[in-house]
């Protein structure tokens, strides 16, 4: 459809994979970002890969006219919203600070959309949406929970989605609620790039395997599944990228709001990833099973069909390359885009 893609939270994790995509996929790109959780140099190498420019343009989704420049300054197609903070622990403790910068920060975003006549989006949603399921795979159109503040923004994002599509049927919109997207471009120049000490698996373990810290500490042996240890829908973030071009195509199909998961349908638990990731690399990683991590669901992954069906997407990418692409860009980048 359109050749002019506004990314928002361009420099983060999933942003700059995705604009790496667009690139190559032959879209123009102007990627905004407050840069308050990523840097400009995931953009730098995103050019260097692709051998292509794209703008970016430092802006907060809180600065009203900020985000009118933008539009008025570039003709825009379609946009990407990425933007938004997603620490669930950090939501706890500081719950205010989610609901001003996730949900004003889309209002302000749509708003901005309205007035330039876009009405064309793709949106970050979570499998986080699902809370505790009460059956496996998930599918679309399971109830939905939030058991986070975090949580409850990409909930309130969804609703605020709908409503502005059925108040206005011009709006084509996407929601991907993705479930657990594994690091880095196999290039091993671009990856994500958490501050301090890792929440998620992956990170941890690839800073294990790199001596940046000692061991893994698998949080719960307990759980009711097969080795005791929580189940998750681990997805190669260039799969993930990818979902986003076959959704961005598919706008222009008039589809109204539509949800689609974007996750693999396997479910692998903590302990399969440490078997993967020792047969893909051949460091044996050192884990001690301590307590329960409060808040974890036992066992998540997808109903993929609905993506395959509606968007022809399937997740490529084994746990073989997922364990691969995710050390190569921690043995190349141990402190990240330091
Ligand atoms: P990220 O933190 O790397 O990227 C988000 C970017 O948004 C950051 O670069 C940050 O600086 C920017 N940002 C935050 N608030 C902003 C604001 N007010 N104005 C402008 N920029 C702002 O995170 P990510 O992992 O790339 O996640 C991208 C999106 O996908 C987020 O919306 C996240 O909630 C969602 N998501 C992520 C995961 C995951 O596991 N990484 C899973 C499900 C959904
Ligand atoms: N996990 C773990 N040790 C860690 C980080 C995570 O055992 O240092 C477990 C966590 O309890 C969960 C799984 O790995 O069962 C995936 O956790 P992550 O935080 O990556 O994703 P999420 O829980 O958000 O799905």
């Given at each position: ?101 996730n ?6 975003l ?46 309130t ?8 599509h ?10 991907l ?14 990856g ?6 890792p ?22 042996g ?14 190669h973030?260039?799969?993930?990228a ?8 598919k ?12 996750g ?39 109903d ?35």
């Amino acid at each position: 459809m359109s050749s002019t893609i506004l990314v928002t939270g361009a420099t983060g994790y999933i942003g700059s994979h995705t604009c790496l995509e667009l690139l190559e996929s032959g879209y123009q790109l102007i990627g905004i970002d407050n840069l308050s959780n990523s840097r400009e140099e995931s953009l730098r190498r995103v050019q260097k890969l692709s051998g292509k420019p794209l703008t970016f343009i430092r802006c907060d989704l809180l600065d009203e006219a900020g985000l009118a420049r933008v539009f008025a300054e570039h003709p825009v197609d379609a946009v990407i919203h990425f933007a938004g903070l997603k620490a669930v622990g950090e939501s706890v403790e500081k719950p205010l600070l989610y609901y001003k910068n996730n949900l004003s920060g889309t209002a302000n975003l749509l708003e901005a959309m309205a007035n330039a006549e876009v009405k064309n989006i793709v949106f970050s949603s979570s499998c986080t949406v699902y809370g505790i399921p009460e059956k496996l795979p998930i599918s679309e159109d399971f109830p939905l929970q939030a058991v986070s503040p975090y949580g409850q923004t990409k909930l309130t994002i969804e609703y605020m989605l709908q409503d502005l599509h059925a108040s206005d049927p011009q709006w084509n919109i996407s929601i991907l609620r993705y479930f657990n997207p594994v690091r880095a471009h196999p290039s091993g120049d671009i990856g994500e790039d958490p501050s301090g000490i890792p929440n998620n698996l992956m990170p941890y373990i690839t800073q294990v395997a790199v001596g940046e810290r000692e061991q893994l500490s698998v949080f719960g042996g307990d759980y009711d599944t097969p080795d005791g240890t929580c189940i998750r829908d681990y997805i190669h973030v260039v799969d993930l990228a990818k979902g986003h071009i076959k959704a961005l195509e598919k706008l222009q199909d008039n589809p109204g709001a539509v949800i689609t998961n974007l996750g693999t349908g396997q479910g692998y638990s903590v302990l399969d990833m440490i078997r993967a990731f020792a047969a893909a690399t051949g460091i044996k990683i050192p884990y001690q099973i301590v307590e329960r991590r409060a808040g974890d669901t036992t066992a998540v992954y997808a109903d993929a069909g609905k993506a395959e069906r509606d968007l022809g997407w399937k997740a490529k990418r084994d746990l073989q390359q997922m364990c691969k692409d995710a050390h190569r860009w921690q043995s190349k980048n141990p402190r990240g885009y330091l």
